[in-house]
């Protein structure tokens, strides 16, 4: 199997990355995909006795500790799963290394938790968002529903969404997802209201055509996070889908404060992505992803 075809899961073995662990088994059925099982050692969160123990086996004998705990998961979660698992343990700090290790194995998504009872994962989340070289899905919440019915897509007429509007299509495929688009608006302008509502019925339109099942809807709110996450429990979503944004003239990604709220307080799994530059011939070209 191709290095693309990996699906990233970073792993301290909590209650919350289990779950993500978890929800990234059908992504990987339906994609065709491996998952690549992460723990990485960030040696500032260990204990002094684990570094003490660390230093006297200079053989390499904790790490094998580490990398055997890391093993027993993925045969357990293999067998759940019905996909291969691989496995990796990395040392290092925790965003730079699952970062580095999504651009090793060329991964085609990253799916991890947003918090943790403890620091490890839930402090790394928006870096590793902003840094990745590949879509990353953040599992916030305790209960999923299996598979993915509905998508929600939301749009606003800031840039260009094709790119955008043609991932949401990709990931319906795998699942057979309903996407469900929605436009926030905060006025009362009749002209930026009107806008709204042509590009709206366009983009839902254009996802019709591609055989993908989809609704559009005008929804009244001032807080874009806030609007969005309680529109997506109202339609019963199962992935909300967002977009970071990529500075003038710079390489480097940054998430907007809406984008940051959503990842942080959504309860449903959420999609981000990065812009590729890529040209979609497309029939509509001024709306896009909340960032």
């Known amino acids: 199997m191709k290095s693309s075809d990996q699906i990233l899961v970073p792993t301290n073995y909590s209650a919350q990355s289990t779950i993500a662990l978890e929800q990234s088994y059908n992504l990987a059925r339906l994609t065709k995909s491996e998952i690549t099982l992460l723990n990485v050692m960030e040696e500032d969160l260990l204990s002094p006795l684990v570094r003490l123990l660390s230093k006297r086996h200079q053989d390499g004998e904790f790490v094998k500790l580490i990398q055997k705990k890391v093993n027993d998961l993925a045969q357990k979660s293999a067998r759940d799963a019905k996909v291969k698992i691989n496995t990796l343990v990395m040392r290092g700090k925790v965003y730079e290394e699952i970062v580095k290790a999504a651009k090793t194995l060329k991964a085609k998504f990253i799916v991890m938790a947003t918090s943790d ?110 609007s969005i996450i309680d529109y997506a429990k109202k339609v019963k979503a199962d992935l909300i889908m967002i977009m970071t944004q990529q500075e003038i003239n710079f390489t480097q990604f940054f998430i907007g404060s809406a984008a940051q709220q959503i990842i942080n307080h959504s309860d449903i799994p959420v999609l981000s992505i990065h812009p590729s530059g890529k040209e979609y011939s497309t029939s509509y070209s001024s709306t896009s992803l909340y960032s």
């Open 117 to 226: 009872s403890g620091s490890f994962i839930g402090s790394n989340t928006l870096r590793v968002v902003r840094e990745a070289p590949c879509p990353v899905i953040t599992i916030g919440g305790s209960v999923h529903r299996p598979g993915c019915k509905n998508i929600v897509l939301p749009l606003d007429l800031t840039k260009e969404t094709n790119e955008k509007v043609s991932e949401a299509i990709e990931i319906a495929g795998y699942f057979g997802s309903a996407i469900r688009v929605v436009s926030l608006v905060d006025t009362d302008d009749e002209f930026i209201v009107n806008k709204l509502k042509r590009h709206l019925s366009q983009v839902k339109e254009f996802i019709k055509s591609k055989g993908v099942t989809c609704t559009g809807e005008m929804i009244k709110g001032h807080d874009v996070a806030k």
